[in-house]
């Protein structure tokens, strides 16, 4: 038989334990959304810098509904799917998440026309998407990189990665072989001049600017190979393949190096 005293306890004590859960729930909920943006934006920053990609997301994207305006939060955020794009392995996934990282880049440049930084996100999103689309896409997509590039170095003609990428952009036209270019200015009208002079200069800038970074040695070394300056290519490569690796992209760079070092032998 049920213990009158027992079940009048259990109905005293059930509400207080529900109440007392239900305030920490509520608690807890609050301190949620009680972070700030900027909170937020610090705690992407750190997983930004371990190549947290997905976790970096985890707060930017929280901190973009706080602060929609801010441009240099869509440029991290922009720089986040660029990551996850160098991630996936699938090239509709690719595509995905590198339309992505352009369409946030773009927002921060239509809110911040004159920061050299959204500039150079649009710039490194499209040069990173465009490989990946058709022809008539990427031949739309390369005067968009170039201006993007220009105009980050216009605003701030010390960041070396503009020059990385103003180079790559010469580089990769000047690599546009006869036939190819032939049949695009049938299809799509004149296209761009570019030399590998270009590519040279543009990269040779990007070494005075910031000599540790690898790329701009391999890069430069990938250029020189093209206009048949073997010994150059691999004085460069071997000096971008010597130096440590501290980008996202660093890996990837280093294997294609060896690979065009092992071509040159």
């Keep these: 038989m049920q213990n009158p005293l027992a079940s009048l306890l259990r109905r005293a004590v059930l509400p207080n334990v529900l109440v007392a859960a239900a305030a920490a729930l509520i608690f807890t909920s609050t301190g949620r959304c009680a972070e700030t943006a900027e909170e937020l934006i610090e705690k992407g920053d750190l997983c930004s ?22 441009a240099q939060l869509l440029v991290r955020i922009s720089k986040q799917y660029r990551h996850l794009m160098s991630d996936a392995t699938k090239s509709d996934e690719k595509v995905r998440l590198g339309s992505t990282a352009v369409s946030y880049a773009q927002r921060a440049v239509a809110l911040a026309p004159n920061d050299p930084e959204a500039q150079l996100a649009l710039a490194i999103s499209y040069g990173k998407l465009t490989p990946l689309l058709g022809n008539k896409e990427q031949f739309n997509n390369s005067p968009l990189i170039k201006a993007a ?79 048949g300056r073997t010994a150059e290519a691999k004085k460069c490569i071997t000096k971008g393949l010597a130096l440590p690796e501290t980008e996202k992209d660093d890996p990837e760079t280093k294997r294609n190096g060896r690979l065009l070092l092992a071509k040159l032998r």
């Excluded at 947290?52 to 901190?63: F, H, I, R, T």
């Excluded at 761009?192 to 990269?203: G, I, L, Q």
Aim: charged fraction near 25%; aromatic fraction near 10%.
């Design 49 to 70: 810098a371990k190549f947290q990609s997905s976790e970096g997301l985890k707060c930017y994207l929280p901190a973009e509904k706080l602060d929609p305006k801010n």
């Design 149 to 227: 590039a220009e105009k980050s170095i216009a605003l701030d003609p010390s960041n070396d990665l503009a020059w990385q990428v103003l180079g790559r952009w010469y580089l990769a036209v000047a690599d546009i072989g006869s036939f190819k270019r032939a049949m695009a200015r049938m299809a799509y009208g004149s296209l761009p001049t570019a030399t590998y002079e270009d590519a040279v200069r543009c990269f040779q800038k990007a070494i005075v600017l910031n000599p540790a970074r690898l790329m701009h040695h391999i890069e430069l070394g990938r250029a020189y190979a093209q206009m």
